[in-house]
Each structure stands twice: as structure tokens, then as C-alpha cells.
């Protein structure tokens, strides 16, 4: 329990549920995705552009900085996976701050 530093909830897709100064952390997010990737999954699975879909995640943030136990949760499994990697990818700098 002594690495545990935070636990939060994120909307992927650039929203946040978190009580800190949001834009570094989703200029960092919107760096690490591809948007391409979101793009053509989402026509894959017949939505149209300008819908909103939304992956929960929770993960834990350890006294390093470093995000750890990662679960997603989405519409689709491709979804979820494309959020842990967003997450897996993010700069242990940009969750310090958090």
C-alpha cells in the first residue's frame, strides 16, 4: 500500500476526472495517441464521426511516478487496448504532477 500514490479515473478521448490542472497532462495524452488508430476502429464499428465514445480507465500511480495496474473499460476490446497503451506510453514526468 506504500506505492500507492494516486488512483484516478480518466476518460480517455482527452476528458478528465481529476482535480489538477488538466492541459499538461492532455497535450501529453494527445501525443501518445493516434489518431488514426481511434479513427478507423471507430468506423469499424459502424459510429460515426463527431460521436462520442468513452473508455474508463483505472490504474494506480506508484511513488515513482510510473502508472501501474492499468483496467479499461469501453465499448470495445480494441478501444480498451488502445487506451492502456496510451497510458502505458505516458512520461513519468507528466504524472508526477498529478
Known amino acids: 500500500m506504500k506505492n500507492l500514490f494516486a488512483l484516478a479515473l480518466v476518460l480517455i478521448f482527452f476528458k478528465t476526472n481529476a482535480q489538477v490542472d488538466k492541459k499538461p497532462l492532455q497535450q501529453k495524452v494527445s501525443e501518445k495517441s493516434e489518431s488514426s488508430n481511434f479513427d478507423s476502429i471507430v468506423k469499424a464499428l459502424g459510429y460515426k464521426e ?29 478501444l480498451e487496448k488502445e487506451a ?14 498529478l
Open 50 to 78: 463527431g460521436d462520442e465514445l468513452l473508455v474508463w480507465t483505472i490504474f494506480t500511480i506508484n511513488k515513482d511516478g510510473k502508472i501501474i495496474n492499468i483496467k479499461a473499460r469501453g465499448p470495445h476490446p480494441i
Open 84 to 97: 492502456i497503451r496510451i497510458l502505458e506510453n505516458t512520461p513519468e514526468n507528466c504524472t508526477r504532477k
